[in-house]
């Protein structure tokens, strides 16, 4: 492991002379008056990130039951990502070594400012060690995997399955459904009967002759109950696989597959939009049901809290991750991290052409912790960074002029103002209140969340 400087302003050093004042113009630049207010210090930055593109796994495919054409072939495995999700990765992990330069300019470290934790599925891992590298591209920094041999609690809600009522959580999900599941399909229609058309190949408001083989997505009935299983709870149906195949044509879009493949060429921009809404509405009424997210996101949340604590600190506090001097932590895991988490603590985002509350791949939950220097009070910023469609697909380089869209997000029971500023005080009251002590692993002996 190598101890290096990771800040940009070493550029400003190796400049010429009469270059110098354009390199500290530039260098300024990377400075956003959003991190640091005006004279406010960034104390640390928390960056809980969905992994990058990956090649579609078997639920997003079905092995073709559902499609009159073979789905197209990928670059890698199912499940694993692909050389150009590397490469998106890698652009966040530059944008936020831009965004906050600042933040490392009293450290020499790296290898202790910069902490990485990710889920054990390689995905995940790959993608940590993309924006690590684009992050800090000259440092050696390892990616902490906290269970490499079992289900992570960190990141995994199938770790609390043996602690979860299983019958309470499909009856609340089942609740927010009106009690009927059969009805769900109902409120996705549309995008349904224009999936359908995708699937078969057939034209609009033309009945599709469907091939012996080929199974009809709106002839499945919709299914949710309690499972004895890790996941817990059985869901299946139009809108569940629906999710998915939209989900499968966003990764056929943002890995640059040429239009005429992205859906058999049968889907649009706008058209998968449309399609994604079913995901991000499975997302709602299942991930976001109030018992899933505190079984999924309490020991996230909650070790979000301490870490953050930590930091204020500059001392050990028990269930943080990472030491008292790491002031970037990149938490890597998947989709329904960023769901359950944003469930618990109620935040939602907007981002420009996509659906509400939308996670697409690399995108992240950012938690900034400032210190205002006259009251010596701590606050928090939180934002939902992505990057656009486009700029995945056509692998855009980001900069701080140019770089992904950011949602600032407004956290209930603590932001207090039209700025979004969270109160560190208000935050920690608001983790207590939510969080179930239940779904909440024990620390180390050595008070630190052993990664």
Sequence with gaps: MTDCSIADWEIVMTCRPRLLLACLLGFASL??????GQTD??????????????????????????????????P????????????LMSNMGSFYRQRYAGLFRDRQSCSTTIFAVANRTERTVSSA???????????????????????DPLFEAGAFAGVANHEELAAAIRGRLGGEPRWWPSAYQRPLEELQQVLLNCEKNV???????????????????????SDMVQIDGPVSKGADFAENFLLQYTEGFPMAQVGWGRVSRSELNALMTMNTGYHDYVLRTPYFTQIGASDLASRIGATLQQAADEKSVPGAIGGPDARFLLLLGHDSNLTWLGGLLHLNWLLPNQPVNATPPGSALVFELHRNPKTNKFYLQVYFMSQTLDQMRYKTPLTTGHGPSIATIFVPGCSTDATNRCPLE????????????????????TGQLNP
Excluded at 31 to 36: E, H, K, L, V, W
Excluded at 207 to 229: F, G, H, R, W, Y
Excluded at 426 to 445: A, G, K
Aim: glycine share 4%.
């Design 31 to 36: 400075i956003p008056s959003a991190a640091f």
């Design 41 to 74: 210090e960034l104390r640390m930055v928390i960056v809980v990130s969905r992994h990058g593109v990956r090649a579609p796994i078997e639920s997003e495919t079905r092995s073709n039951r559902y499609n009159t054409q073979p789905w197209p072939a990928w």
């Design 76 to 87: 890698t495995a199912p499940g694993v990502l692909t050389p150009h999700g590397a490469t």
């Design 129 to 151: 060690q993309a924006v690590l590298k684009g992050l800090a591209p000259t440092c050696s920094i390892e990616v902490h995997i906290h269970n490499a041999s079992g289900l």
């Design 207 to 229: 009945p599709c002759n469907t091939p012996a083989a080929t199974k009809k997505l709106l002839d499945d009935t919709s299914i949710i109950k309690a499972a004895k299983i």
């Design 426 to 445: 208000r935050f920690q009251n608001l983790i207590q209140s939510t969080v179930d002590r239940s779904f909440v692993e024990p620390v180390s002996s």
